[in-house]
């Protein structure tokens, strides 16, 4: 009997209401979900700068959108949507840097014994390297060299002109 | 002309659910007389000397910048992918790198350009005759809205982000404005406006105006 005294004379404490409580919930995961977008985007910026060396990533799909209040659905899209680039992004950089390293160590061979790799070329693209220069193996003096087997490692003069050579002198 | 000039900007209205959404979001409006004509030899000589600050590499880089960093941010958040609609301050990089130089167009198009470049943060230019007094501000389309001034204009799916006023929508935010609300041959006045977004101090949103209304020369 006591206990019910107390508890009838206790005091009414307003419980905040479940809209408000569903609403602020929502606005907090809203909140959330769009500091994970930014740090995804400036991750994604930055794998976008390392692998433009490497020949870039891939273009999203053009599509039509306008500017607007995304629901938690679509943020949570959007979101996703990032990881996945991300994730892609960060695949093709290391494939690229496997491949890289693959090319260094094919150079590396070739300059050591030009012999076993005739013919054989890589260039700085498949480094990573700016420019147009490529090694290639090529035989010195010719058929001669083909005949008695001196090969050498040649790194070209670079990129083309982009006029040419011009005329000839007269 | 100086004298007309108030050059203290003016803070546009958010409607308070996009401000509670965004609370860094904000507009900056400011009144100056300009008219629209060939830019004087000083400003063609200014873009030409800023097309030299902007290299392959240097724009590629760009993204990884503070403010271009927050405007794709927030791109992404109001569901614009920016490698699809490009963030303002890339476009006109990409431009540059296309065009191999900033192109003058005209003087007031070529101070909102020079507004952008020296400070990442976009600009707009109004004509004055089609702002309410009240001023500009930020909010959600609702049925009904359209484009413009003029019941002709596209109409606006409820919800989208415009930039308006109490009596028209001048622009969907970071899209061309409307037309017929841009600068013309008989405009006297325009309306200058920024929208910054969280990550982008005051203080650039600010600049970005000086520096435009300066290349006016209405400063």
């Known amino acids: ?170 | 002309m100086t004298e007309d000039v108030d050059l203290a900007a003016a803070a546009g209205f958010v409607e308070p659910r996009v401000s509670a959404e965004f609370p860094g979001l904000r507009l900056v409006w400011i009144s100056v007389p300009s008219r629209r004509h060939a830019s004087p030899r000083a400003v063609v000589n200014r873009l030409r000397a800023l097309s030299n600050r902007y290299r392959g590499a240097s724009v590629v880089a760009m993204r990884t910048q503070p403010i271009p960093s927050a405007y794709r941010t927030f791109f992404r958040q109001i569901g614009l992918d920016p490698d699809v609609t490009r963030i303002p301050s890339e476009h006109a990089a990409v431009i540059r790198l296309l065009h191999g130089q900033f192109r003058s167009s005209n003087l007031i198009d070529d101070a909102l350009l020079i507004g952008l470049i020296e400070t990442g943060v976009p600009i707009w230019a109004l004509d004055a005759d089609r702002v309410d007094p009240g001023g500009l501000g930020i909010r959600t389309s609702v049925s009904g809205d359209h484009l413009g001034s003029t019941e002709f204009g596209d109409h606006l799916v409820p919800g989208r982000l415009v930039v308006a006023d109490a009596a028209s929508v001048h622009a969907l935010l970071f899209d061309e404005v409307a037309p017929g609300h841009g600068a013309s041959a008989s405009t006297e006045r325009i309306v200058l406006f920024a929208v910054g977004v969280d990550g982008v101090p005051a203080i650039h949103i600010e600049e970005a105006l000086w520096v435009c209304v300066e290349a006016l020369g209405a400063a």
């Open chain 1, 1 to 170: 009997m006591r206990l019910l005294d107390q508890e009838s004379s206790a005091q009414q404490v307003q419980l905040p209401s479940p809209v408000t409580v569903t609403e602020d919930a929502q606005r907090a995961a809203r909140h959330t979900l769009r500091r994970q977008i930014a740090g995804l985007e400036r991750q994604l910026a930055e794998a976008f700068v390392t692998a433009y060396t490497m020949g870039g990533l891939e273009h999203p799909p053009a599509y039509s959108a306008q500017p607007r209040l995304l629901d938690l659905g679509e943020l949570e899209q959007v979101r996703d949507a990032l990881a996945e680039r991300l994730r892609g992004a960060r695949l093709r950089i290391a494939e690229r840097a496997d491949e890289q390293a693959a090319s260094r160590l094919h150079l590396e061979r070739m300059l050591l014994e030009p012999g076993k790799y005739r013919f054989a070329r890589v260039s700085r693209e498949d480094l990573g390297e700016p420019g147009c220069g490529a090694w290639h193996v090529r035989p010195r003096l010719g058929l001669i060299g083909m005949l008695m087997g001196w090969w050498q490692v040649k790194l070209s003069s670079g990129c083309p002109l982009p006029r040419g050579r011009g005329l000839p002198r007269p």
